[in-house]
């Protein structure tokens, strides 16, 4: 095959959401076998203009099943797990779901890692785990004070993993910045990417407060991020921990880009009051003196990224369609919260 990659077999737990969309077809351009295990809460048409390559294996599966999901990793030398419920709304709506995914299968996925000899263990947490900090500079070093239950249990997945590893395998921990710009499988109800889908549609944003800083990762860095991470050598990952975030801005320069960036000055900023003035932030030197990661891609670029998919019709019903809205999705989802035992056992 003249594969010169490390793990030339690799899955994506939670491949068909928001990430798992931009990134699998660049693992599968790169040459990669890959396996996408994932509940396609999204809907199942993500991969629809992949389905003739045959180095994509798509495998519907709920990760608290264990048997389902140890014969999906069947296999697999290294594995990327990006599954979760994945914001705070929809984790509050219903928490014991929230903890029996984001938790509690935890525990689940690692015994299937463990038990295929998974070779590599890439684990998604967040940059949110760090909460609210006055410091000019939130390293991986930072104490994690996490404020809410999403973060937590982000949190504790990375303590377990730190505790239990994966047998022989390696393992290593990302906490990435919010991700921002065009994906197959698009979020809008993240930072720069609502701003800029109001704009576009009604031609007016609004701004909650404004001042509070987010820390920002273009899609096609946090992707370039994780190939960097599937393939250095063992030393360089194993049991470490990398804040991945480029730019940090104020919800009020975000929005001030996605004006300019846009060009139509006839685009309103509406600002008003909010009593969450919370700001985020991180510093991603780490990984660039460890592993020579180097984001290039910019919020402006993300915000591009948006405007020609939308021009291009690739974004309809955007203002209203439950699957670009985590919190929507969920609420007409109405997913169980305990999984039943295995029916094929
Ligand atoms: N998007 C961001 O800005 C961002 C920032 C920091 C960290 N992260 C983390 O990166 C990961 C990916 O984020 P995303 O934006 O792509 O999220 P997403 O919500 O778009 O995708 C999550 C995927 O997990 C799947 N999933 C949920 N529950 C499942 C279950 N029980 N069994 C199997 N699959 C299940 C969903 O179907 C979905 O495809 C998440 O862990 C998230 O916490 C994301």
């Not at 797990?81 to 984001?102: M, Q, T, Y």
């Not at 047998?167 to 109800?189: H, K, Q, S």
């Amino acid at each position: 095959m003249g594969m010169s990659v490390r793990f030339p077999r690799v899955a994506v737990i939670g491949g068909a959401g928001y990430v798992g969309s931009a990134l699998v077809p660049a693992l599968l351009a790169a040459g990669y076998e890959v396996t996408v295990a994932d509940l396609f809460l999204f809907g199942e048409q993500v991969f629809d203009g992949l389905k003739a390559r045959s180095s994509l294996r798509t495998v519907k599966v709920d990760i608290r099943d264990e048997a389902a999901l140890t014969a999906a990793l069947r296999g697999v030398e290294a594995v990327i797990h990006l599954a979760c419920i994945s914001n705070d709304p929809s984790f509050e709506l219903n928490p014991r779901l929230g903890k029996s995914v984001n938790y509690d299968a935890f525990f689940t996925i690692l015994r299937a890692v463990r038990s295929n000899g998974v070779k590599r263990f890439i684990y998604a947490s967040s940059s949110s785990v760090y909460g609210v900090k006055d410091q000019p500079e939130v390293t991986e070093e930072t104490p994690c004070e996490p404020l809410t239950d999403y973060s937590r249990y982000k949190l504790f997945c990375e303590q377990v993993l730190r505790s239990e590893g994966v047998g022989e395998g390696e393992w290593v921990i990302v906490r990435p910045a919010t991700v921002c710009g065009y994906a197959p499988r698009l979020r809008l109800d993240l930072t720069v990417n609502i701003l800029a889908i109001h704009a576009l549609v009604n031609k007016r944003i609004r701004v909650f407060g404004g001042a509070q800083l987010r820390p920002n990762l273009n899609m096609k860095d946090m992707v370039a991020a994780y190939r960097l991470l599937l393939d250095v050598p063992r030393e360089a990952v194993h049991g470490k921990t990398f804040n991945v975030g480029y730019q940090n801005r104020t919800v009020a320069e975000i929005a001030e880009l996605v004006r300019s960036r846009i060009g139509d000055p006839g685009i309103a900023i509406a600002m008003e009051p909010t009593d969450d003035l919370r700001s985020y932030h991180i510093n991603s030197d780490w990984i660039r003196r460890a592993l020579g990661f180097v984001p290039r891609w910019t919020i402006e670029d993300a915000i591009d990224s948006l405007c020609a998919a939308y021009r291009e019709g690739k974004i309809p019903e955007p203002l209203t369609h439950p699957r670009y809205y985590n919190i929507k999705t969920m609420q007409a989802l109405k997913l169980e919260e305990q999984l039943v035992a295995s029916s094929r056992s």
